[in-house]
């Protein structure tokens, strides 16, 4: 699914990261294990030497950086190796409660980041953890860095809609493009072990390197299902797993993208009534339909002439994308859409645009992760007349998304590595507490998906923002979900589990901005994932 996930420099040839290295420490009487083990393929990893910080908010939050060499292929472990980038912020806390592993979702999202998140998480109780940040296979500051066409997301680009055969074939022509230039890329040997059955080895050498027996997992979007996957393969290793913005395993991948087309629209239907009742601040309509208006008309004057040259209905609907995954954005999408609506001003529209959309060199990175996660992990159709058939179906009753997220995917249909069976996510096995927190409307994982996974996990339980829109919205501040994370990431402790298919605790969503003004500035949420 399209997201707002940030990418970097161009990717470097596969390369061996060695080192002498101190295994984490804390409090001795507090470690399970201090030694560490071998895999079950016998493969044992050099310690990490934990070091300084390349990132400044993570040295200013007091971490320590440092890198994990696992095998390129898990199968191999004698064969090729790469170097993954990995953070830590250690417990402050008297009470000592472990290590915490983390994932902010994409897939193809930087995770470095997220060893700071236990400073988000109240009554001090995430300062008893020590939190780990890593940068997936591929991504970020990890290497090899997987990078194919840095150029790829341009201006002014063909239609998403193919209101004709010409628009579709340019699009086909573009999509199997992109995933033949991944193909030949300098990292190319990564395509075949991208999958999140990779990642989730990844994270057990990760738990055997730092000595410990069992890790908690706080997964945020795509983050949810490496998570559950995890959780399948090695049930004894998780003691704690926070949940948030939850993926239904049952629909990995292609099922999952036609699945959120009408849960997209229903949010932006939501976000125009919003901006209507702010038309003070904003100009575009007393009503919903009045909004509405607005954006079909704007839509049809970018397709005549692109505002500055650059600005076409894609790039437009791509700006207005965030505002469909977290409430936090809504001023700045919505003044971004006034502004060209009304004065033909386009730097708010092409600054959203971009920063969902980065170009240059290397800046393909999340998009590159992403597709050869999703196109590897499930099987996708390879006959486009499938792909035709279902996104004009959506299309009839969800315009808004449905030919940008098949376009966005559509390179899986040529992608140049095998994709394999889905994992069978089971939690039959899993014995430990499972929290699951998810708004009832997020568009990017339905909370069916989480249902479906309290279904799964008869250990778990769901906390649940009624009528909340923003995706992973846990940790924003609303008490009630929040605290119900700080209790059991205290004790373990679950809301009560009830009988039949619904939420165990019931919260309010993250609210909708209150009054607004023309000149609000920028809000940034926490930056998880696409997915």
């Given at each position: 699914?399209?997201?707002?996930?940030?990418a970097?420099?161009?990717?470097?040839a596969?390369?061996?990261?060695?080192?002498?290295?101190?295994?984490?420490?804390?409090?001795a009487?507090?470690?399970?294990?201090?030694?560490?083990?071998?895999?079950?393929?016998?493969?044992?990893?050099p310690?990490?030497?934990?070091?300084?910080?390349?990132?400044?908010?993570?040295?200013?939050?007091?971490?320590?950086?440092?890198?994990l060499?696992?095998?390129?292929?898990?199968?191999?472990?004698?064969?090729?190796?790469?170097?993954?980038?990995?953070?830590?912020?250690?417990?402050?806390?008297d009470?000592?409660?472990?290590?915490?592993?983390?994932?902010?979702?994409?897939?193809?999202?930087?995770?470095?980041?997220?060893?700071?998140?236990?400073?988000?998480?109240?009554?001090?109780?995430?300062r008893s953890?020590?939190?780990i940040?890593?940068?997936?296979r591929?991504?970020?500051?990890?290497?090899?860095?997987?990078?194919?066409?840095?150029?790829?997301?341009?201006?002014?680009?063909?239609?998403?809609?193919?209101k004709?055969?010409?628009?579709?074939?340019?699009?086909l022509?573009?999509?199997?493009?992109?995933?033949?230039?991944?193909?030949?890329?300098?990292?190319?040997?990564?395509?075949?072990?991208?999958?999140?059955?990779?990642?989730?080895?990844?994270?057990?050498?990760?738990?055997?390197?730092?000595?410990?027996?069992?890790?908690?997992?706080?997964?945020?979007?795509?983050?949810?299902?490496?998570?559950?996957?995890?959780?399948?393969?090695?049930?004894?290793?998780?003691?704690?797993m926070?949940?948030?913005?939850?993926?239904?395993?049952?629909k990995?991948?292609?099922?999952?993208?036609?699945?959120?087309?009408v849960?997209?629209?229903?949010?932006?239907t939501?976000?125009?009534?919003?901006?209507?009742?702010?038309?003070?601040?904003?100009?575009?309509?007393?009503?919903?339909?009045?909004?509405?208006?607005?954006?079909?008309?704007?839509?049809?004057?970018?397709?005549?002439?692109?505002?500055?040259?650059?600005?076409?209905?894609?790039e437009?609907?791509?700006?207005?994308?965030?505002?469909?995954?977290?409430?936090?954005?809504?001023?700045?999408?919505?003044?971004?859409?006034?502004?060209?609506?009304?004065?033909?001003?386009?730097?708010?529209?092409k600054?959203?645009?971009?920063s969902?959309?980065?170009?240059?060199?290397?800046?393909?990175?999340?998009?590159?992760?992403?597709?050869?996660?999703?196109?590897?992990?499930?099987?996708?159709?390879?006959?486009?007349?499938?792909?035709?058939?279902?996104?004009?179906?959506?299309?009839?009753?969800?315009?808004?998304?449905?030919?940008?997220?098949?376009?966005?995917?559509?390179?899986?249909?040529?992608?140049?590595?095998?994709?394999?069976?889905?994992?069978?996510?089971?939690?039959?096995?899993f014995?430990?507490?499972?929290?699951?927190?998810?708004?009832?409307?997020d568009?990017?994982?339905?909370?069916?998906g989480?249902?479906?996974?309290?279904?799964?996990?008869?250990?778990?339980?769901?906390?649940?923002?009624?009528?909340?829109?923003?995706?992973?919205?846990?940790?924003?501040?609303?008490?009630?979900?929040d605290?119900a994370?700080?209790?059991?990431?205290?004790?373990?402790?679950?809301?009560?589990?009830?009988?039949?298919?619904?939420?165990?605790?019931?919260?309010?969503?993250?609210?909708?901005?209150?009054?607004?003004?023309?000149?609000?500035?920028?809000?940034?949420?926490?930056?998880?994932?696409?997915?």
């Open positions: 699914m399209r997201g707002t996930i940030k970097g420099v161009a990717a470097l596969l390369a061996l990261t060695a080192g002498l290295a101190t295994t984490l420490t804390g409090a009487e507090a470690r399970e294990s201090a030694r560490s083990e071998a895999s079950p393929t016998g493969y044992v990893a310690p990490i030497e934990w070091g300084r910080c390349a990132d400044e908010s993570l040295r200013q939050a007091g971490a320590r950086c440092g890198r060499v696992v095998p390129l292929d898990h199968a191999r472990p004698d064969g090729p190796t790469i170097s993954l980038a990995v953070s830590l912020i250690r417990h402050t806390s009470t000592y409660r472990g290590v915490m592993f983390t994932n902010p979702g994409g897939p193809g999202g930087s995770g470095l980041w997220m060893a700071r998140l236990g400073a988000y998480v109240p009554n001090g109780v995430g953890y020590d939190w940040g890593l940068d997936p591929g991504v970020g500051d990890s290497r090899p860095r997987l990078t194919c066409d840095g150029s790829y997301f341009g201006w002014d680009r063909p239609p998403y809609r193919p004709t055969s010409a628009i579709m074939r340019a699009w022509r573009k999509t199997a493009a992109y995933a033949k230039s991944c193909g030949s890329s300098r990292a190319q040997a990564l395509l075949p072990h991208l999958r999140t059955v990779d990642t989730v080895a990844d994270f057990e050498v990760l738990r055997q390197t730092l000595g410990v027996k069992r890790v908690g997992f706080y997964g945020g979007s795509y983050g949810t299902y490496i998570a559950q996957v995890y959780a399948t393969q090695h049930p004894s290793r998780i003691k704690r926070v949940l948030d913005g939850v993926v239904n395993p049952h990995a991948w292609y099922a999952a993208n036609l699945g959120q087309a849960p997209f629209e229903r949010v932006m939501i976000f125009f009534r919003w901006i209507a009742r702010h038309r003070s601040a904003y100009h575009l309509g007393a009503t919903r339909a009045d909004v509405t208006a607005a954006y079909h008309r704007l839509k049809a004057r970018l397709t005549k002439r692109p505002a500055g040259g650059i600005i076409g209905p894609d437009f609907d791509d700006a207005l994308l965030p505002a469909g995954y977290n409430v936090y954005y809504w001023p700045e999408v919505a003044g971004a859409f006034s502004k060209l609506s009304r004065f033909g001003a386009y730097a708010g529209v600054r959203l645009y971009r969902g959309n980065p170009s240059g060199p290397g800046a393909d990175n999340g998009y590159a992760i992403y597709l050869a996660t999703q196109c590897t992990d499930a099987q996708w159709p390879s006959d486009w007349s499938k792909w035709r058939t279902d996104n004009w179906r959506l299309d009839a009753k969800a315009p808004y998304l449905t030919w940008s997220n098949a376009w966005y995917n559509a390179p899986c249909r040529t992608w140049p590595a095998a994709s394999h069976a889905a994992v069978k996510v089971s939690g039959a096995a014995p430990a507490p499972v929290l699951l927190v998810s708004e009832t409307l568009a990017a994982t339905p909370y069916s989480a249902l479906a996974v309290r279904r799964l996990f008869p250990t778990s339980a769901l906390v649940a923002g009624k009528g909340g829109t923003t995706h992973a919205a846990g940790l924003s501040g609303v008490p009630c979900v605290n994370i700080a209790r059991y990431l205290a004790t373990g402790a679950l809301p009560r589990r009830t009988s039949g298919d619904h939420a165990d605790l019931v919260c309010s969503p993250l609210p909708q901005p209150g009054r607004v003004t023309a000149r609000q500035g920028r809000l940034t949420p926490l930056p998880f994932g696409r997915w």
